[in-house]
């Protein structure tokens, strides 16, 4: 048999490329003698270890270890990535047919966990940046408007920072939230390390959230995968928790993921949390130095505006002037041996952890410099990214579930749509299940079209789109 999986990774490795991509552990390792683990880190629920369904052993007392070092009430080592971690947090505290608020540009986990769940979203969309073209974070003021507008909404899902870094007040939306006696639930996915230094923004958990996910894959020191659920507050049943945790995980959970959220978490307590600190003002300095670069912008806290509340500077959201982001990132691949975490249409993102070096930075400027020196006068053509409002007109669950037509764009006024409409970037759906088509979204996908932006979910061809076949 062909081996391509393995040929592809043998390959990544003899790159060795600059990494500011996920994983949070870059390829390098935090003094664990992985090696000589490795034949007998994949074990299961043997004599002396523990079961991750229903610790009473070793993984409680690291589980706990875990608690203490996040400073939360229980931590939960999830296999599944902050996608399982969402499922379960959203199925602890909401019963099917309940309301919550979740911030519309959410994650493709949350949109999936009102499906399983047969919960009823309403929709709260986050402020938008037009310096930057970016959907930014969501005011708490929008967030109190809508709990006082429905006394139904049971708990409030926040995305938190967002993939740019850019965060919310939690803080403030945290006061409101239980306020009204409801629950907040802050996936955090991209936040792993803020709550180790108090030069970023602050973590979720500190800033009075009920339950916290967290991606440790994205930003720490662990292997894809890795996630951690806490609970932070007296108001969540930590019974309930664990049983929907056992709905939704494997009954053969990896050591792997185990120990390398164990891992993790301890280099964070030591090693990491002074790098963290340490790193701060040379970070800052990355950023002023690639700023500096004629042509170059990267995207900045801007004071007047009052979109972005905070925002993390190990976010690195870079643009040069006559490049297209998806130009950007396959030079700096290319030319370069640097992988960029994403792109959209005008940047680059540089995601960046404590594994980086130094060197890593210095190349990367090196190489925007590079680029920029090569810039012309031509002008990148901007699509706003800023869309109009939709209406839910089924809930996600019954036109998930619902028989299906195919139907032309041009004919599909009206329609409700059975799978989200996706432009990407920025990740947002235009559509998301259950919503309907009306003349301004219908205006507004034809013009993403007209302008090659790319839609998930369209056919092949982009003409025709997938909703629901009201004669059923
Ligand atoms: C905001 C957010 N939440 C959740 C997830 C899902 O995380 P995971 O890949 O760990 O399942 C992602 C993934 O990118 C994300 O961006």
């Known amino acids: 048999m062909k081996t391509p999986v393995m040929d592809a990774l043998i390959k990544l490795k003899e790159e060795d490329s600059v990494s500011f991509h996920f994983p949070g552990h870059k390829g390098r390792d935090t003094n664990v003698d992985w090696k000589n683990l490795m034949p007998m880190i994949d074990t299961t629920e043997t004599m002396g270890m523990d079961n991750l369904l229903e610790p009473t052993g070793i993984i409680k007392e690291s589980q706990e270890e875990a608690a203490r070092v996040f400073k939360t009430k229980y931590t939960i080592y999830s296999p599944n990535g902050s996608t399982g971690s969402n499922y379960i947090a959203l199925s602890t505290v909401l019963k099917p047919g309940e309301r919550v608020l979740i911030q519309r540009n959410c994650h493709k986990s949350i949109y999936n ?8 979203p309403v929709y709260i969309y986050p402020r938008f940046n037009e310096k930057y073209n970016a959907t930014t974070g969501v005011s708490p003021e929008d967030v109190k408007r809508e709990l006082e507008l429905d006394q139904n909404i049971k708990a409030v899902v926040i995305t938190s920072p967002n993939y740019y870094g850019i965060c919310s007040d939690i803080e403030a939306i945290a006061k409101i939230v239980h306020e009204k006696d409801k629950i907040l639930i802050v996936d955090e996915a991209h936040g792993p390390h803020l709550i180790f230094s108090d030069k970023y923004p602050k973590s979720a958990i500190e800033s009075g959230a009920d339950i916290v996910i967290h991606s440790t894959h994205k930003t720490l020191p662990s292997i894809t995968q890795t996630s951690l659920l806490h609970i932070c507050s007296d108001r969540i049943d930590y019974n309930k928790l664990r049983d929907r945790f056992q709905l939704y995980t494997t009954t053969s959970p990896s050591y792997l ?50 979109t972005i509340f905070d925002l993390d500077i190990l976010r690195i959201l870079i643009s040069v002037k006559s490049f297209r982001g998806s130009d950007l990132k396959k030079m700096l691949y290319e030319d370069y041996n ?37 810039a012309t006068d031509k002008d990148i053509k901007t699509v706003s990214i800023n869309m109009p409002e939709a209406f839910l007109s089924l809930l996600p669950h019954e036109a998930y579930f619902s028989k299906k037509k195919i139907v032309k764009i041009e004919d599909s006024l009206g329609e409700v749509v059975a799978t989200p409409i996706i432009p990407y970037p920025p990740g947002t759906p235009l559509l998301a299940t259950g919503e309907l088509m009306t003349p301004e979204i219908l205006e507004h996908l034809k013009f993403l079209l007209e302008n090659d932006i790319n839609i998930v979910n369209l056919s092949e061809d982009k003409s025709s789109i997938v909703v629901v076949d009201s004669n059923e």
């Open 257 to 306: 993921f185990t120990v390398s959220n164990e891992m993790a978490t301890a280099y964070m307590e030591e090693e990491g949390r002074k790098r963290l600190d340490d790193m701060y003002d040379y970070i800052l300095d990355v950023r002023k130095r690639l700023s500096e670069i004629e042509g170059v912008s990267i995207l900045e806290k801007d004071e007047d505006d009052g």
């Open 113 to 120: 966990a009102l499906i399983l769940n047969n919960l009823d």
């Open 338 to 374: 640097i992988r960029m975490e994403m792109n959209d249409q005008y940047n680059v993102l540089a995601m960046c952890t404590v594994m980086n070096t130094e060197e890593d930075y210095e190349a990367l400027i090196e190489a925007i410099k590079d680029i920029a020196s090569k």
